[in-house]
């Protein structure tokens, strides 16, 4: 199934920032049901979430978007954070006249969500936590496959992408099981997102914020919506100890593990069991603590 053929019945538009720029989003669903906001990981794009959009937005108004610095929104030479990235999520809100929204992020969007569950208390509702980054590393494994996914992301950055690098940095996301979910469609769309000096300038920009990953940790204990932390059994970097021993840091959350298999996209490589567990957490069908 194509992307076109996933995303079928979703808008897919820009809308313009007044800090961060044109930003692309695709939306699907009424107005009128409560918001959701889902977050790509780094050097990504909305079309993670290709098979979650509008299979959520008959319970949910469905939001995905591509952050600034990445997929087809604005380029700008700036410090690409956690916070900023939170904050032009808020301006997102703002311009599409939504207060309240549940968040769900997978990795870098999931560092973000964390940031803007802190700073924006207010306009948040639930949070996902989907194989998050930004929290403490746990295990010399995952020191070690962080190590891996600067180098590989490097190859992407450093000189001019191909379909060999993106298709590695590809394999890196998905469990083994499901390379075969690595279509020729899905690498030549981040192929084409990686090309051109200007995508390349601030891919560079963006990358280092892997290398800053300390820096920029998630006050765990500062989070006071419902929350839940979505894992998997092979996540690279934030294994599963380390989600264990994040989650016990936030007060009104659990913990939910993946059964089929799934490395770090659940959302993308088991889209029922990832639209199952969101749709029981977001409507609040889900027991926290």
Same mark, same amino acid.
């Given at each position: 199934?194509?992307?076109?053929?996933?995303?079928?019945?979703?808008?897919?538009?820009?809308?313009?920032?007044?800090?961060?720029?044109?930003?692309?989003?695709?939306?699907?669903?009424?107005?009128?049901?409560?918001?959701?906001?889902?977050?790509?990981?780094?050097?990504?794009?909305?079309?993670?979430?290709?098979?979650?959009?509008?299979?959520?937005?008959?319970?949910?108004?469905?939001?995905?978007?591509? @952050?600034?610095?990445?997929?087809?929104?604005?380029?700008?030479?700036?410090?690409?954070?956690?916070?900023?990235?939170?904050?032009?999520?808020?301006? #997102?809100?703002?311009?599409?006249?939504?207060?309240?929204?549940?968040?769900?992020?997978?990795?870098?969007?999931?560092?973000?969500?964390?940031?803007?569950?802190?700073?924006?208390?207010? !306009?948040? +509702?639930?949070?996902?936590?989907?194989?998050?980054?930004?929290?403490?590393?746990?295990?010399?494994?995952?020191?070690?496959?962080?190590?891996?996914? #600067?180098?590989?992301?490097?190859?992407?950055?450093?000189?001019?992408?191909?379909?060999?690098? #993106?298709?590695?940095?590809? !394999?890196?996301?998905?469990?083994?099981?499901?390379?075969?979910?690595?279509? +020729?469609?899905?690498?030549?769309?981040?192929?084409?997102?990686?090309?051109?000096?200007?995508?390349?300038?601030?891919?560079?920009? #963006?990358?280092?914020?892997?290398?800053?990953?300390?820096?920029?940790?998630?006050?765990?204990?500062?989070?006071?919506?419902?929350?839940?932390?979505?894992?998997?059994?092979?996540?690279?970097?934030?294994?599963?100890?380390?989600?264990?021993?994040?989650?016990?840091?936030?007060?009104?959350?659990?913990? @939910?593990?993946?059964?089929?298999?799934?490395?770090?996209?659940?959302?993308?490589?088991?889209?029922?069991?990832?639209? !199952?567990?969101?749709?029981?957490?977001?409507?609040? !069908?889900? +027991?926290?603590?």
């Amino acid at each position: 199934m194509t992307f076109w053929l996933d995303m079928l019945g979703a808008e897919i538009r820009y809308v313009d920032t007044p800090t961060y720029g044109r930003t692309r989003i695709a939306e699907a669903g009424p107005r009128s049901a409560p918001t959701l906001i889902l977050q790509h990981g780094i050097g990504g794009h909305l079309e993670a979430y290709a098979k979650n959009i509008t299979e959520l937005s008959d319970e949910f108004h469905v939001i995905a978007m591509d @952050y600034v610095g990445h997929g087809l929104s604005a380029r700008k030479e700036m410090d690409y954070t956690p916070p900023a990235f939170a904050d032009h999520v808020r301006e #997102v809100m703002d311009v599409l006249d939504i207060q309240r929204a549940h968040l769900s992020g997978e990795s870098l969007g999931g560092w973000v969500s964390g940031f803007f569950a802190v700073h924006f208390p207010d !306009r948040i +509702d639930r949070l996902m936590l989907n194989t998050a980054g930004g929290v403490p590393i746990a295990t010399e494994k995952g020191r070690q496959d962080l190590d891996n996914l #600067v180098s590989l992301s490097a190859k992407n950055v450093d000189q001019p992408a191909t379909e060999e690098s #993106v298709a590695a940095r590809m !394999r890196w996301l998905f469990h083994p099981n499901n390379y075969d979910l690595i279509s +020729d469609e899905l690498v030549q769309t981040r192929l084409a997102f990686y090309s051109g000096a200007e995508a390349r300038e601030s891919a560079v920009l #963006v990358n280092r914020l892997l290398e800053r990953h300390d820096e920029f940790l998630i006050p765990l204990e500062r989070i006071e919506c419902e929350t839940l932390f979505l894992w998997t059994p092979d996540n690279p970097i934030h294994d599963l100890e380390t989600a264990k021993q994040s989650q016990k840091q936030v007060s009104q959350s659990s913990l @939910y593990v993946m059964e089929a298999d799934s490395g770090h996209w659940p959302q993308f490589e088991a889209p029922e069991e990832f639209n !199952r567990v969101t749709r029981a957490f977001f409507s609040g !069908r889900w +027991d926290i603590g």
